[in-house]
């Protein structure tokens, strides 16, 4: 899949994003890069994807990150259920209420689920390479 300029929202796998891709390439702890990556987004969305929003869905409960919540990024920790879970519904609303939706995972498992609703999904590193 070919990266668009296009307003949508970025369902974005935030443990899955920084364990399979940053965490491999920083010496950072999760907490720090989460809080950078959550930055990064929010500069990506008021600089170069005009219109376009973020949900970054993580994994477990809530910890410290910094802000949860800026302009263009909002922050979620899936408490009593996977974040797999809490992605598969947030994407799936979201594309019933007629919004342009993409995944970002590199788990081919999520992947697959969310192909199967219909919707697009792009592998963390494309994303970040495409945008950085």
């Given at each position: 899949m070919r990266a668009s300029k296009k307003p949508a929202t970025y369902i974005i796998d935030g443990l899955n994003f920084i364990r399979s891709f940053l965490l491999t390439a920083h010496s950072a702890d999760e907490e720090t890069l989460t809080a950078d990556l959550i930055a990064w987004l929010d500069e990506l969305g008021?600089?170069?994807?005009?219109?376009?929003?973020?949900?970054?869905?993580?994994?477990?409960?809530y910890r410290p990150?910094?802000?949860?919540?800026?302009?263009?990024?909002?922050?979620?920790?899936?408490?009593?259920?996977?974040?797999?879970?809490l992605i598969i519904e947030t994407a799936a609303y979201l594309?019933?209420?007629?919004?342009?939706?993409?995944v970002v995972t590199s788990d081919l498992e999520l992947g697959a689920k969310i192909?199967?609703?219909?919707?697009?999904?792009m592998h963390c590193a494309k994303f970040f390479n495409s945008f950085y």
């Open positions: 008021q600089n170069r994807l005009n219109g376009s929003d973020f949900r970054l869905i993580l994994d477990g409960g990150v910094g802000k949860t919540r800026t302009a263009c990024v909002s922050a979620q920790f899936a408490e009593g259920c996977t974040a797999d879970e594309h019933a209420n007629n919004c342009r939706v993409i192909r199967d609703l219909g919707l697009k999904v």
